[in-house]
């Protein structure tokens, strides 16, 4: 194990850990009125809940009109998030432990899963780079504060690489053009891989102790305001991970639900389930549990944001981050 590195998932057992989740306790009040919108802020990840969004599936169980924005990095959530113009948002694992370190009012509300091969770092063709060490002297691309931009400073660091010695460029996966290399994810990564190499995957970085994931927040009080509608946004994304478990050998290239998937995030139905593969999708039940919302999640935010600061790239690291994780959601949402 690289000293620093924070170690607290396998990919089978998700941010193991025991713990309390503080926020379990909540006090029951009238039914409240839906919200007339809903703003959500989403990424093209390819992920089972791309259904029912494709089918208003969200808009049909909340009962209200929902505005999609789309974001190309998890930073930009963030502040759409902290500036009051989105309620419920899509970010990885080191945006979120950056947030919450900065004690942005938020709850984690649903674990996508752990990233895999679906986010890796890819060398452009006659760059000469086949490995981590060959990024010395040369301009890579990575969107700063994402799982990508956290998963490249570990790999810098596992491979006794100094991050000074290299030009790291904060650029969306949009935004990427003519450069040395790219930690990024899909459809981006699909794009640049047809013609490069890739040097290194999440996976591996993982297995080196530094594994990250994604995840569904909410601003808190939207939650308080409204929490018939983030227990039903919950519920479509749950069933949507339910019916991958069920069937997912089913979602070849030229399934339907594949197609769908393909359309919302530009990715190629041919990609699609070998990067649905690069992830494991907990289901309700499993996310209620220890290793995740019920205490793991916590600990894997605390850890993270602990390598973070070791990076510089955060200025405190909290005592507890249960404050900003529920399992209340998951939990009603199961009921």
């Known amino acids: 194990m690289t000293p620093n590195m924070p170690a607290f998932i396998t990919r089978r ?12 306790i909540v006090i029951a009040g009238p039914a409240a009125a839906a919200p007339k919108t809903v703003t ?6 390819v992920e089972p809940s791309k259904i029912p969004q494709a089918d208003g599936a969200y808009e049909a169980a909340l009962g209200a009109e929902i505005d999609w924005r789309k974001f190309d990095a998890g930073a930009e959530v963030i502040a759409a998030v902290a500036s009051g113009a989105v309620d419920i948002g899509y970010v990885g694992s080191s945006t979120l432990a950056a947030a919450a370190s900065r004690k942005l009012p938020i709850e984690t509300i649903f674990i996508v899963g752990l990233i895999g091969s679906s986010e890796a770092l890819v060398a ?4 000469g780079i086949t490995s981590v060490a060959d990024l010395k002297g040369k301009r890579v691309a990575v969107p700063f504060v994402s799982t990508t931009h956290y998963s490249l400073l570990a790999a810098l660091q596992h491979e006794g690489v100094d991050p000074a010695g290299l030009q790291i460029l904060n650029l969306r996966p949009p935004e990427i053009g003519d450069i040395d290399a790219a930690y990024v994810w899909d459809p981006a990564l699909g ?32 939650a308080k305001a409204n929490p018939e509608a983030v227990t039903a946004f919950v519920k479509v994304t749950g069933d949507a991970y339910a019916a991958y478990a069920a069937d997912g050998a089913g979602w070849t290239p030229a399934s339907v639900a594949v197609a769908k998937i393909a359309g919302l995030t530009g990715a190629r139905t041919e990609d699609v389930p070998g990067l ?14 220890p290793d995740l919302l019920g205490g793991g999640t916590a600990t894997a935010l605390a850890q993270t944001s602990a390598f973070l600061k070791a990076q510089e790239k955060i200025d ?16 009603d949402a199961a009921k």
């Open 13 to 24: 057992a998700l941010l193991g850990t025991a713990g309390a989740a503080i926020l379990a």
């Open 124 to 127: 452009r063709e006659g760059s």
């Open 276 to 289: 649905l593969k690069g992830y494991v999708f907990p289901s309700l039940a499993d996310q209620a549990g």
């Open 316 to 331: 405190e690291v909290l005592p507890d981050y249960a404050p900003y994780v529920s399992a209340r959601w998951v939990t």
């Open 40 to 45: 959500i802020a989403w990424q093209t990840v």
């Open 191 to 222: 794009q640049i891989r047809q013609t490069g190499t890739v040097v290194v995957d999440s996976a591996t970085v993982a297995g080196w102790g530094a594994p990250t994931f994604d995840a569904w927040i909410v601003r808190s009080d939207f």
